[in-house]
């Protein structure tokens, strides 16, 4: 079971740290990715993190939040983690994390893709005031 937390009320121009643990899975089994879903809105995709053997991690992020949001992963403590930086009104919405079958995805696109996740947690909600 996946667990989202680190979201609170916020001004524009903060920062948060969102983490999500497991119970029960090892995340360095599998693909993560970070979704978010702002009211009214649909589900969105916001940054992904695929393991690549040597060469690291292989990481994807939303045109949106390119540049001040970066995901991270610390498999001695099972988290997967999104530092989120200057933070704009528009990035209020309930933050999601999920996990897929590790490889999985290639392309952006493919990472993108949030029928490919199998396991989702509760989100945690971030709120911007302006």
């Known amino acids: 079971q996946l667990q989202a937390f680190g979201g609170g009320l916020v001004q524009a121009g903060d920062s948060l740290r969102l983490s999500c643990a497991a119970s029960?899975?090892?995340?360095?089994?599998?693909?993560m990715g970070w979704f978010r879903q702002a009211p009214g809105k649909v589900r969105e995709f916001v940054a992904g993190i695929r393991w690549s053997g040597r060469s690291g991690s292989v990481i994807v992020y939303s045109d949106s939040v390119k540049g001040r949001f970066t995901i991270s992963r610390d498999n001695a403590k099972n988290t997967v983690y999104l530092q989120v930086n200057s933070l704009k009104p528009e990035d209020t919405a309930v933050y999601y994390c999920?996990?897929?079958?590790?490889?999985?995805?290639?392309?952006?696109?493919?990472?993108?893709?949030?029928?490919?996740?199998?396991?989702w947690g509760q989100g945690t909600l971030v709120t911007v005031s302006s």
């Open positions: 029960g899975r090892t995340l360095s089994n599998y693909d």
């Open positions: 999920a996990a897929r079958d590790a490889l999985s995805w290639v392309t952006a696109a493919q990472a993108m893709d949030a029928a490919k996740y199998d396991h």
